[in-house]
């Protein structure tokens, strides 16, 4: 079955450690993404990455970053300067030929920093 | 000011009845998503449109590109379909970046 797998499903850490979400897709999408999600809020953008290798800052990228080592992998890692990590994470990918391709969503990773 | 803005930000209602979920946006947006969020978080499309009316089981979706506007409608409502809704678009020249509404969390009785 192709589609996106986001692990683990919740996850709670302590105070100033680091964490890494990982993010996989058997889509062969060229671009993906990783959004948080806030009660009461829309999605907000994290970082994206439009091909192997590279990757941007999104609207929110402070206390975050990203590799994008291969196609199917996009891990984002919450470091312990972003100062509100707890929130729910999205992972998302898209083909990339036609900019209003829809977009493939993960089921999410629930973060709790304790 | 948020550039995507939907209405109501919640809906109860009866099973069997008629839903209708408005989005209004104020940026330039080449076609917008309709997406399903389940209450375990995971995300679904439903629509994609840039133009008129898509139909899908119960589910309808229309656009008014000019007003800037569209709609999501559930016929014959039922509890299957409470889920947060949430429309997004891709903002002309972003690369396909999406901008996000707030969502509609809609409840249906039975």
């Known amino acids: 079955d192709g589609g996106i797998t986001q692990s683990p499903k919740y996850l709670f850490r302590k105070e100033g450690q680091n964490v890494t979400l990982s993010c996989e897709q058997n889509?062969?999408?060229?671009?993906m993404y990783w959004y948080r999600q806030d009660p009461g809020q829309g999605l907000r953008l994290i970082y994206y990455?439009?091909?192997?290798?590279?990757?941007q800052k999104g609207d929110i990228a402070e206390g975050y970053s990203v590799s994008r080592e291969k196609k199917e992998s996009f891990p984002l890692t919450v470091t312990s300067a972003q100062k509100n990590p707890t929130a729910f994470y999205l992972c998302?990918?898209?083909?990339?030929?036609?900019?209003?391709?829809?977009?493939?969503f993960g089921p999410g990773t629930r973060l709790t920093v304790l | 000011k948020n550039e995507v803005e939907q209405s109501p930000q919640n809906l109860t209602a009866q099973e069997g009845e008629f839903i209708t979920i408005n989005c209004s946006y104020s940026?330039?947006?080449?076609?917008l998503h309709w997406l399903q969020q389940h209450p375990g978080g995971g995300i679904v499309s439903l629509f994609m449109?840039?133009?008129g009316k898509k139909k899908h089981g119960r589910l309808i979706a229309t656009i008014n590109i000019q007003e800037k506007h569209s709609s999501l409608h559930i016929t014959a409502s039922h509890p299957r379909d409470s889920a947060v809704y949430i429309c997004?678009?891709?903002?002309?020249?972003?690369?396909?970046?999406?901008?996000f509404g707030k969502g509609t969390k809609l409840s249906v009785k039975p």
């Open positions: 998302a990918s898209r083909a990339n030929e036609r900019s209003n391709n829809e977009q493939f």
């Open positions: 889509l062969n999408h060229d671009a």
């Open positions: 449109l840039s133009s």
């Open positions: 990455s439009q091909i192997v290798n590279d990757f």
């Open positions: 940026v330039g947006i080449s076609a």
């Open positions: 997004a678009g891709p903002v002309t020249g972003s690369q396909g970046n999406l901008i």
